[in-house]
């Protein structure tokens, strides 16, 4: 059984990094890309970027660019999602997700939230 | 980038409705469409891709079709469960971007 599975909930202060990790289970990790997805309370999905966990290759979105950082440890079968300068607007679930082509395999969500 | 434009935004029908989504791509992305089923609390549900072909184990009643700019999703036949919100996202380049998502009630 494929299996995506999160880290817990975070509680950051504004200025903050936060790391988040997504191990994966029951497929080669090497074989499909990382993506990572922003979720807002009460908004949609926005796409931030993928890690290719084979060699490590980043793309990103434009809105993160500078503040997100992809990573894969092939290692552990577990990538990351790292972001710093943390804002209220980065309160949001945070998803791991991937697939042959569109996302058929979602971790579970991470919570994050950004509050003085 | 390529902006998708989803419509309606909200949506209330009777069970046993047919319902329509419509997805509007900025350019032209051939059949690299995605719909994704996300219910409140939980991950999105990969139902249909690309633009027509039904994942597995997803309900017959569940529909997509379109391709260029234009895209549906339709369910045939409205059932209880099929309440949640739905998005629409492109694979034809990146960013992968998402539609703003259909909230889709009972009436």
């Known amino acids: ?116 | 980038d390529i902006q998708l434009t989803q419509s309606p935004s909200f949506l209330s029908a009777s069970v046993g409705d047919r319902v329509t989504i419509t997805c509007r791509a900025s350019r032209g992305i051939s059949r690299y469409l995605a719909w994704y089923q996300q219910k409140p609390g939980t991950a999105p549900k990969l139902l249909i891709y690309p633009a027509s072909t039904l994942q597995s184990g997803v309900p017959s009643r569940f529909s997509g079709s379109g391709s260029g700019t234009e895209f549906w999703l339709t369910i045939s036949s409205l059932q209880p469960e099929d309440v949640a919100t739905y998005f629409c996202q492109q694979l034809n380049s990146y960013p992968r971007s998402f539609g703003q998502g259909t909230k889709l009630e009972i009436k």
């Open chain 1, 1 to 116: 059984e494929v299996q995506l599975v999160q880290s817990g909930a975070e509680v950051k202060r504004p200025g903050a990094t936060v790391k988040i990790s997504c191990k994966v289970s029951g497929y080669t990790f090497t074989d499909q890309y990382m993506h990572w997805v922003q979720q807002a309370p009460g908004k949609g999905l926005e796409w931030m970027g993928l890690v290719d966990p084979e060699d490590g290759e980043t793309i990103y979105v434009e809105k993160f660019q500078g503040r997100v950082t992809l990573t894969a440890d092939t290692s552990t079968d577990t990538s990351y999602m790292e972001l710093s300068s943390l804002r209220s607007a980065d309160t949001a679930v945070y998803y791991c997700a991937t697939g042959p082509d569109a996302f058929d395999m979602w971790g579970q969500g991470t919570m994050v939230t950004v509050s003085s």
